[in-house]
């Protein structure tokens, strides 16, 4: 490829931002097509007389299950459809209490647009067809009505190799240009790299079609790396590309992550964009801690960057119409596949809901690291025991971040030539920053498996500016 000048590469993000905004439209116009499906729009104008309503309102109202109500609600909420009141501050986990006493009302302006059907010129809902499969929009809709959503795997079946390939196409550049020699290169201060150059074992739990297990299988020769995921589909792919590339270190095994056992223990495990989709996250990560690590081995979990809160989620996301659309036809999809399911949804797995979660479970160490990756967030942790049990500081982080940094010239260089994250000048300060692994001007753009990517340009950096 051509080497771009710095304007060049401007140009290069605001047309990725505006080619990704299709996208956005694509998932707004499925969440009008669902809600007019459901007669949302009618009944909270006609019906419920615009007042400011709970999801649980209007779930008992449609008779339809009060999470997928939720979902849909603040999808179009992001999307500027509906009006919002923030209730009882709670933490977007997908329980009963998330978001309660958060109301939402339709104006009479939007339902002449998107309700009135008997005498306005301006009503439009009925041109929206959901942009998806016409059998995957039954599927979602059957979802409200029962409360369970379908795996990838139904998916992969309906659609073929396409879906699997899609998200290996999607996630490719990313995890070649940045998940080893950035992100691995940080974890334990380098002692997992250490291990898997010296013949150690790493699963990647959640593989879909494999693309993170043949990088870290051809990056690393001498190592053992699994592959587990319940798509039988997807792992059909990682194991054809393994064979077409000669990779013979590396094996996929179909199967639930919960109840995944093997004859060996990890060095290392990682969940790449996958823990906000599963049913039982929980029990996952207790198996993984319990299970399948060596005392004291790392585990490491790249998840969609949110906040906890729906409202600052609205004030700093500005994917987040495009992420509900995703959540509803995907991610809740997934997370609410079994009766049992916690239903995260794609924002669910959140800094407050992560570090919860995986102490629960049983690690120690839990921190993230900050690669200003404008769309995800990392976290690592230890499973107790072995030479990582005592606490490790924010700082001890920082330094291996920084080796890392350093390690990457290319990297280093094509940061220097950025203007992503100029932010604000600030005055001069005689005290070094550290320096961390950049991952905002990798190749590619960074998001969720399940999704087809992010409004760049209208994200907010974890430093609080607009890109």
């Known amino acids: 490829m051509a080497a771009l000048t710095p304007a060049e590469q401007k140009q290069v993000r605001r047309t990725s931002g505006m080619i990704w905004s299709y996208k956005t439209g694509q998932m707004v116009a499925l969440q009008i097509h669902l809600a007019d499906r459901i007669n949302l729009f009618k009944a909270m104008a006609y019906e419920l007389n615009y007042e400011w309503v709970t999801a649980n309102q209007v779930a008992k109202h449609l008779g339809l299950k009060r999470r997928w109500v939720m979902e849909l609600l603040r999808g179009l909420t992001a999307a500027k459809i509906l009006e919002y009141q923030e209730g009882n501050e709670s933490v977007n986990d997908g329980s009963a209490s998330d978001g309660a006493t958060d109301t939402f009302r339709i104006t009479p302006v939007v339902a002449e647009v998107v309700a009135n059907e008997v005498d306005s010129l301006s009503f439009n809902a009925g041109a929206f067809s959901g942009g998806v499969d016409p059998m995957l929009a039954d599927k979602i809709i059957e979802s409200f009505h029962t409360g369970v959503g379908f795996t990838y795997e139904s998916r992969s079946l309906l659609g073929g190799e396409q879906s699997a390939e899609q998200t290996k196409r999607m996630l490719g550049v990313w995890t070649k240009g940045a998940l080893v020699d950035e992100v691995l290169a940080v974890l334990n201060n380098g002692k997992v790299t250490e291990a898997l150059e010296n013949g150690g074992a790493i699963l990647d739990c959640g593989c879909g079609a494999g693309v993170a297990v043949n990088t870290l299988g051809a990056a690393f020769p001498n190592a053992t790396v699994h592959g587990t995921d319940p798509d039988g589909v997807a792992l059909g792919v990682g194991r054809k590309d393994a064979k077409n590339a000669n990779i013979n270190n590396v094996s996929f095994f179909k199967g639930f992550g919960e109840s995944y ?32 690590l060596k005392p004291g081995g790392t585990l490491m979990i790249k998840d969609i960057k949110s906040t906890g809160s729906f409202k600052k989620n609205l004030e700093t996301m500005g994917n987040l119409p495009m992420i509900y659309g995703f959540s509803l036809s995907m991610c809740l999809a997934s997370a609410t596949s079994t009766p049992d399911g916690m239903g995260l949804g794609t924002t669910g797995f959140n800094p407050i809901v992560a ?52 390690k990457n010239s290319a990297v280093r260089n094509a940061i220097k030539r950025s203007p992503l994250y100029k932010g604000k000048k600030k005055k001069k300060s005689k005290k070094k920053r550290k320096k961390y692994p950049d991952l905002s001007n990798n190749p590619g753009p960074y998001f969720c498996a399940c999704c087809a990517g992010l409004n760049l340009m209208q994200v907010t950096c974890q430093r609080g500016s607009k890109m």
């Open 355 to 406: 570090e919860r979660m995986c102490g629960e479970a049983g690690f120690v160490n839990f921190h993230q690291h900050d690669f200003r990756d404008p769309a995800n967030l990392y976290y690592e942790m230890q499973s107790p025991g072995g030479s990582t049990s005592m606490t490790r500081n924010a700082t001890s982080a920082s330094m291996a971040s920084k080796k890392a940094f350093k």
């Open 261 to 292: 056992t093997s004859d060996i223990k990890y060095d290392a495990v990682i969940c790449m964009d996958i823990v906000h989709d599963t049913p039982r996250p929980d029990l996952i990560l207790q198996n993984i801690c319990k299970n399948l």
